[in-house]
């Protein structure tokens, strides 16, 4: 499939929207990850939380351990000190909780800096050059029959007189039009390439038949 017109000034605008394209995808994945960095961050408190609370609760458990071997009272001095540990590991779970909600935060703020900006950009060029692919491959198509009075030209030559703006029209030799009427195959050619020219493509030199 074609991918770039064959005139170097519609090539260079093809070449430089690719790039344009390119170059706004990695701005805003550079972007997401700054934001999604800089979000991170705050998750640090939940980690210091989680911290302390695993450490209050790994020494009540200790502590209560200890106080579990006392003779007589252990157990009453170990059951506070057991509810410290749980509470310890309650803290660690909010601070858990905490780094994951921010985590989540950060990957959703990432992707939505990403898919927004270039979901939008995309839904610009995808269909302006599909579109011209699509024209391209069927002017290719048409001119598979490169003899002067192939009668795929006069196709092109017949949609040249439809769409080409009136100014590039008066823009042919005098008697286009007229030639086209009578068949003239220099006529034919002139807007065969005019239409094809909108398209950034080249109409070859005619070949010799026989």
């Not at 006392?70 to 509470?87: K, S, T």
């Given at each position: ?23 706004w995808t990695v701005l805003w994945v550079l972007v997401a990850r700054v934001v999604h ?163 950034g493509l080249r109409l070859l030199p005619e070949t010799t038949v026989g």
């Open positions: 499939m074609r991918l770039y017109a064959d005139r170097p000034d519609r090539r260079a605008r093809q070449l430089a929207a690719d790039v344009g394209l390119l170059a960095g800089a979000v991170l961050v705050l998750a640090d408190p939940g980690r210091a939380v989680e911290g302390l609370g695993r450490s209050i609760a790994d020494s009540m458990d200790s502590a209560a351990g200890a106080a579990g071997d006392v003779p007589v009272v252990g157990d009453e001095l170990a059951d506070p000190l057991a509810a410290l540990g749980r509470a310890g590991s309650s803290v660690a779970g909010a601070g858990q909780g905490s780094q994951d909600a921010v985590a989540t935060l950060a990957t959703v703020l990432a992707v939505v800096l990403v898919v927004l900006p270039v979901g939008w950009m995309l839904l610009r060029w995808l269909p302006w050059r599909l579109r011209w692919a699509r024209e391209a491959r069927a002017a290719d198509r048409l001119m598979a029959d490169r003899r002067l009075d192939a009668p795929d030209l006069e196709l092109l030559a017949a949609r040249a007189l439809a769409t080409a703006p009136l100014p590039a029209l008066a823009g042919l030799p005098t008697g286009t039009g007229a030639g086209w009427r009578a068949g003239d195959p220099a006529a034919v050619r002139a807007l065969a390439g005019l239409e094809l020219a909108r398209l």
